[in-house]
Nanobody
Framework: QVQLVESGGGLVQPGGSLRLSCAAS????????IGWFRQAPGKERQGVSC????????YYADSVKGRFTISRDNGRNTAYLQIDSLKPEDTAVYYC?????????????????WGQGTQVTVSS
C-alpha cells in the first residue's frame, strides 16, 4: 500500500534550520506531485509548499516564501522541505501529501495520500 513517511522534525531555536524528508513507497513517485502542509494546535491545516513532478515547478504560501525550499529526488522516492530562519509561529506538525501528476499541485488539501506528520517546534 502507499506510504508517505515524514522525518527530520525536532526542537530548534528561532533562526535555526531543519530539513524535512518525505519518503514514499507503494507508488510510482515521479507520477505524483507532492505537497507539504502544516497544522498548529487549534488551527486548520495549511498548505505551505508543493512541487510538480513533470516540470519541477514549485509554489509557496506567502508566509514561507524566501525561507522554505521544496525539492524532490525521484531516484530516492523522496521529497524534502528545507526550512530556514525558523520562527516560533512555524511550530506545527508538518505533513507531506501526494496527488497524481496530471493534477497540478495546489496548496489546498485535495491530495490522495498523506503521511503521519513530523513535529517541528521552534522555541528558545
Amino acid at each position: 500500500q502507499v506510504q508517505l513517511v515524514e522525518s527530520g522534525g525536532g526542537l530548534v531555536q528561532p533562526g535555526g534550520s531543519l530539513r524535512l524528508s518525505c519518503a514514499a513507497s507503494g507508488l510510482t513517485f515521479n507520477w505524483y506531485n507532492i505537497g507539504w502542509f502544516r497544522q498548529a494546535p487549534g488551527k486548520e491545516r495549511q498548505g505551505v509548499s508543493c512541487i510538480n513532478s513533470r516540470d519541477g515547478s514549485t509554489y509557496y504560501a506567502d508566509s514561507v516564501k524566501g525561507r522554505f525550499t521544496i525539492s524532490r529526488d525521484n531516484g530516492r522516492n523522496t521529497a524534502y522541505l528545507q526550512i530556514d530562519s525558523l520562527k516560533p509561529e512555524d511550530t506545527a506538525v508538518y505533513y507531506c501529501a501526494a496527488r497524481p501528476a496530471f493534477r497540478i499541485c495546489v496548496l489546498s488539501a485535495d491530495y490522495n495520500y498523506w503521511g503521519q506528520g513530523t513535529q517541528v517546534t521552534v522555541s528558545s
